[in-house]
Structures are given as structure tokens and as C-alpha cells.
């Protein structure tokens, strides 16, 4: 668990998390907030449930669900401050905190990509 706790993605996915909490908090569309924060919790979550994995195959695949989930909350939070359930100029910067999450996460899964490469067995 120290490594999670080191690593930046996963400390930024969880404060985007509370963020996200803070700033849902006097929505009165509870669905709608239902949903924003569940998906807000998905990131972190999968980035944990992937690194407590064995294998670097299995760890890709849970960084991807969370790559996903910042797609759908940064969906969320974009139609959240259209339909004025959100305030704009607080959820402005957790649309970009998302996406640069998002770019984030594609390069540890390219990382743990090539690392899965190399640890394939070569014949010859």
C-alpha cells in the first residue's frame, strides 16, 4: 500500500474525489449527483484495485476502467454545469484535473504495456 500512497495519479484521483463531494453537495438532482460521484470514486478506486494486483496484464486493466471513469465523470461534469446543476467556475477545474488524470493514466498503462512485453517469454 505504500507504493499506492506514493504514487501522484492516485493522491490526485482521490482529492478530485472529495472535490467532487465538496462541490456536488447542495445539488438537489440526487441522481445526478449520485452518479457524478461515483464515478469521481471510481478513478482512485481502480487505480488501488489494479495496484494490489499480481500481474502487470491484470493492473493495465483496472488503469483502464479508471482511465474510463474519468472520461464518464468528465462527461458528467460537463452536462452537471450545462444543465446549471453545478457551479461553472467551480467544476471548470476539475474538467481539466480529469483530463490530466486521463493523460496520467495512459502513460502508466503504456508503462506497465511495455513492461508486460518484456516479461513474455521469447522463443527462439
Partial sequence: MDALRNLEVWQRGCRLAVSTYQL???CRDFGFRDQLTRSALSIPSNIAEGYERESSRE?????RIAKGSC???WTQ???GMEATLLDKDLARPLLDEAQEIAKMLGGLI???EVRDQDDEPRYS
Fill in 77 to 79: 461534469l460537463l452536462i
Fill in 110 to 112: 503504456k508503462h506497465f
Fill in 71 to 73: 472520461g464518464e465523470y
Fill in 59 to 63: 493492473r493495465v486493466r483496472f488503469l
Fill in 24 to 26: 456536488s453537495g447542495t
